[in-house]
Each structure stands twice: as structure tokens, then as C-alpha cells.
């Protein structure tokens, strides 16, 4: 093998090492299970452009992973990129079936607390949510965004994209105000064990939430994303459809999953889609 052949050898960054198909579906994919299928491909522009292009013949249940993302999706079409294998990116194909469409919206919030909780114990970081779906973590003092959560409707269900910085050293970040599960100090950034422990903790929120017919609150899931909302109770900006900007404190989440602001003059307003700016509270900076 060449120099020039070995630095793009699969293991050419022994540190972070391809995920092992086989064992993933071992420990995953069962009879009785959400899981139905999972495949793992070495390069992709986006797992959620992926699966939502093979929606219609795709069963619930079925998982597509990356090693790289060459264009990766987040919200309002900003691009997500990484070094290979230095982080999870994955997609995961949802048919809600009879839980009613209005209450689909919160599933990239499920998504966030099943994630936060996947990692808790796989990787012993504390993870907060930023509404609607970034991923924070706590490096030093300073809260940074370690991933965030991509939903889309296709076919006859949801195709939710989550995005998740593993291994990223500083000097790989594409933003100062980024970081990775290392630099929080994770206990394990073992990939296929941070797979695991998300997918599984995803399959159980979800089982749970489907059971109560959608109801956030009935299922528990309402409260649990609230008390990981790092965005309650903080001064934020949310620029809306249309230029619409409103400033206020942050609340509470309401039945709908949507994030209530209040305002000087005392007036509550519940916002469903937006860019939210974290303005002052825990940690004092701008997110």
C-alpha cells in the first residue's frame, strides 16, 4: 500500500474506527422490536435526503448511518460537516400510524430527550435541550452546541436526522460556540456504544409516547423535556416567519410542543417554528 493509499484507508485515523455492522445489528434489530433494518454506508450528502427519497417502500423502524456526511442538513438549510467517523449521523425512518398528524410535532423534541437520556448513560455526559433541537453540552463553563436533530415528513411517516459531534477535537470545530462529547468529558466515545444507547432510549420514548395515543403530557414526555430545557426560563430572541422578531422569557412548553415566550406587557405568546438566540441566563452567554 502506498503512503497515498493508506491515508485513505478506512483506518487510516486508528482513534476512530468504522462501526461494525454486524454487531450493531446483533445488538438492535429484533423480532419484537422498533428496529427493522440498519445499514451503515462509508460516505453520504445527507441520511435524511437518503431516507426520505425512499420513503415509500421503506418499513418503520429502518436506521441509515454514515461514517461522513459530505452535505448534511439542519434546520433552516444549514449545513452540517465533520471529519469521518468522528461523530453519529444517522436517520431513522417513523410511521406514527394512528396518533394524530397534530401531535407529529413532537417528535424532534422526543428525538432530544431520548437522545439526552441515551447518552447519560452511555456516555456520562449532561446533555440540555435548546428548543426546538440542539444538543448542548457544557465545556468548561461555556454551554456549546454538540449536535442537533433534523424532522421531516416523507411518505407516510417522519425521517428524523440526528447529528452528533463524538471525537471532534477543538482544533476541528467549525465554530467556536460548537463542541464534541470528548471535550465535555465523556466517559465513553465509543460509537457503537453511543448508538446503542440512543437508538434504544429512542425506542422506548417512542413506544411510550405512541402508547398515550401522542399526548406529551400523558406519556411523561412533556415533563421530561421541560426539566431538560435549557432554554425555560432564559431571556431569548426568536426570529420568526416573515422577519418577525419577538424578545421575551421563556416560560414554559405547551401541549403542542410549542415554546412559550413572555413578554414586558405580560402577554404569552406560544411560538412553533423559529430561530431562538439564547440572550442571558444560565452561563450567561449568547447561544
Known sequence: MTPSDASHSRWSDLDRPPL??????????RPDGLWSALDVVDATGSTNSDLAARADGLTEGTVL???EQTAGRGRLDRTWTA?????????????PGAV??????????????????????SAGVDTALKWPNDLLVTV?????KAGGILAERAGDGVVIGIGLNVSLREDELPAPTAASLALAGAVSTDRETLLRGVLRSLEQWYGKW??????????GLQEAYAAGCATLGRTVRA???????????????DG????VLSAGDGLREPVSAGDIVHLRGAGGGLT
Open 20 to 29: 461494525n455492522v454486524p454487531a450493531l445489528r446483533r445488538g438492535l434489530l
Open 65 to 67: 448511518v454514515a461514517e
Open 83 to 95: 471529519p469521518a467517523r468522528s461523530g453519529l449521523f444517522f436517520s431513522v425512518y417513523l410511521t
Open 100 to 121: 394524530p398528524v397534530q401531535r407529529w410535532g413532537w417528535l424532534p423534541l422526543l428525538t432530544g430527550v431520548a437522545v439526552a437520556t441515551g447518552l447519560a448513560r
Open 140 to 144: 468548561g463553563t461555556e454551554e456549546r
Open 210 to 219: 405512541r402508547a398515550a395515543d401522542g399526548d406529551a403530557a400523558a406519556s
Open 239 to 253: 426570529q420568526l416567519p416573515g422577519d418577525r422578531t419577538l424578545t421575551g422569557e421563556a416560560v414554559a412548553i
Open 256 to 259: 403542542d410542543g410549542r415554546l
